[in-house]
């Protein structure tokens, strides 16, 4: 029997705000344990939530964004259960009425073919405090820095078909998040995870399987190799005559397996209702209008900017869009030499991302910034410096704060132009290497490439390569 996977997607995406999604403490990573802690976050009786307006503006960005549909009035709702880093005993989350409803993406496969995934909802909610079991021998610690921290879950419809397109669809909201600021998308920091919902069923028919849901994925490598190995257990068992029993799983990237959790719970298990403390939602049209207005371009419409209106190749287009800091850094190059796009994004995709790749640091941390490469780049395009040099000459600025032009004046690198002082080397050359000059009239043409090398040399890499190949010709000829 062949048998269809069918998969949903959960997504949690730490939100970007200052502060907590219901109170004043820090959000900053990496703090003291427990030192980014209000009363609010420790669960003490009697105090309110009060709920951050910047999460609800960073939601409504998300939601207008894949294109759903904003809801007016949300609400937000009690989830109750127990467990150590939940001081409250409830999770303050969004069930019946979540700020953004219905909406899609479409999502690119390896092999060029494009798939839209429906969005059934994204909703605010608080995340939970950390147990900690590795600090203390047989005890567990309990840091609550990131109780609180404002999540966006974004839920996929199961329209998802392989391991591949979870994938795919997971770079997407990564890359989107980050397009539109409302994430660091920091995997490691734990500012972007997701749950894959698997079944399978045999292909043909309408009903969907029983479904495991995996926890715990971090990575773009996890989220395949999680389902892969999910979607084999179940066959396995399947086809041995076994049911699928619907639970919580855990990937464990070290084996690369998944192990049950705990039996899958019901959302009348966590006995949900709406939170007296907080009031419904409500979001007013203007508000909405605002936001639409104010979001940026986003990756598809860059890529067809840059091949249209730049004229650059497709797949350096989507090279550089595909980080928007890069994106950005490319941007600004071009706000201060924009008279060949093509060869920025050159410099940018071999040179830059050479060194961002060799230092393993961000674009942010590199050393030379726009306005100087830009200055760089204009001394290529109008000929004072070969490319040849500019390469060096960009190898120094990494550890040097002069600009293109005062380091072209200390070492007089400007590009010797001028026919007659090239030709008189030409000649110089030519009568040295006669037996290659003659090769070349006997119709031998590489050849040509060491005579430019010789001139080249002669003059320190500083003649135009494409006037001394013109004049060692037009010599030759004579
Ligand atoms: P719950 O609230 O219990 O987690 P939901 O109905 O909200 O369940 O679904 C959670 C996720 O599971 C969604 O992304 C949905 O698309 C996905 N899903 C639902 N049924 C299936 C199924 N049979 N196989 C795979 N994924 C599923
Ligand atoms: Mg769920």
């Known amino acids: 029997m062949s048998w269809e996977t069918v998969i949903g997607l959960e997504i949690h995406v730490q939100l970007d705000t200052n502060s907590k999604i219901f109170s004043g403490a820090s959000t900053s990573y990496g703090s003291e344990q427990n030192t980014n802690t209000s009363l609010v976050d420790l669960g003490y009786p009697g105090v309110l939530p009060v709920l951050n307006k910047d999460a609800v503006m960073m939601a409504i960005k998300f939601g207008l964004a894949i294109n759903a549909e904003i809801s007016r009035r949300s609400i937000f709702a009690r989830k109750n259960y127990f467990y150590p880093d939940l001081p409250k005993g409830y999770q303050i989350s969004q069930l019946e009425l979540p700020i953004v409803q219905g909406g899609s993406l479409e999502i690119q496969l390896n092999d060029g073919t494009k798939k839209e995934v429906g ?33 966006l879950e974004i839920v996929s419809e199961p329209d998802i078909r392989s391991a591949e397109e979870a994938s795919s669809y997971m770079q997407k909201i990564h890359q989107l998040v980050r397009y539109l600021k409302i994430s660091d998308g920091n995997m490691q920091e734990g500012s972007f995870r997701c ?38 257990r179940q066959i396995d068992r399947l086809e041995n005559g076994d049911h ?15 192990r049950p959790m705990r039996s899958k719970e019901e959302a009348n298990d966590y006995r949900y209702f709406p939170d007296p403390d907080l009031l419904p939602l409500e979001i007013d049209q203007e508000t909405i209008d605002k936001i639409a207005q104010s979001l940026p371009e986003l990756f598809d419409e860059k890529v067809t900017r840059y091949i249209e209106a730049l004229s ?22 071009l706000d201060h030499f924009s008279n060949d796009a093509q060869m920025v994004s050159n410099w940018i995709l071999s040179e830059v991302i050479g060194v961002l790749n060799r230092e393993n640091i961000e674009i942010n941390a590199f050393q030379i910034k726009p306005k100087r490469l830009a200055s760089l780049l204009s001394r290529v395009d109008d000929n004072t410096i070969s490319s040849k040099i500019a390469k060096n000459l960009f190898n120094q600025m990494l550890t040097s704060a002069d600009s ?15 026919e007659d002082s090239i030709n008189k080397i030409v000649v110089e050359v030519l009568n040295e290497f006669s037996d290659q000059k003659d090769q070349y009239l006997e119709g031998k043409e590489q050849i040509l490439g060491f005579l430019v090398g010789q001139v080249m040399q002669r003059t320190q890499g500083k003649a135009n390569p494409r006037l001394v190949n013109e004049l060692i010709i037009r010599q030759i000829k004579n």
């Not at 309408?206 to 999910?230: D, P």
């Not at 293109?404 to 001028?418: F, H, M, N, R, S």
Request: charged share 30%.
């Open 244 to 258: 699928i029993i619907q639970e919580t799983r855990l990937y464990d990237p070290d084996k690369d397996e998944t």
């Open 119 to 151: 969005i059934t909802r994204a909703h605010l909610e608080e995340d939970a405090g950390k147990s900690i079991h590795d600090k203390f021998s047989n005890q567990t610690a309990i840091d609550l820095n990131r109780a609180g921290t404002p999540l």
């Open 404 to 418: 293109a032009d005062e380091l072209i004046k200390q070492q007089g690198l400007e590009q010797i132009t001028d």
């Open 312 to 333: 650059i190749k497709q797949s350096d287009a989507e090279e550089i869009a595909r980080n928007m800091q890069i994106a950005e850094y490319f941007e600004a190059t």
């Open 195 to 232: 749950d894959a919902n698997v079944s399978v069923r045999p292909f043909g028919q309408t009903e969907f399987g029983t479904r495991t849901e995996v926890k715990n994925i971090n990575s773009f490598r996890f989220v395949e190799n999680a389902i892969n190995h999910e979607v084999e």
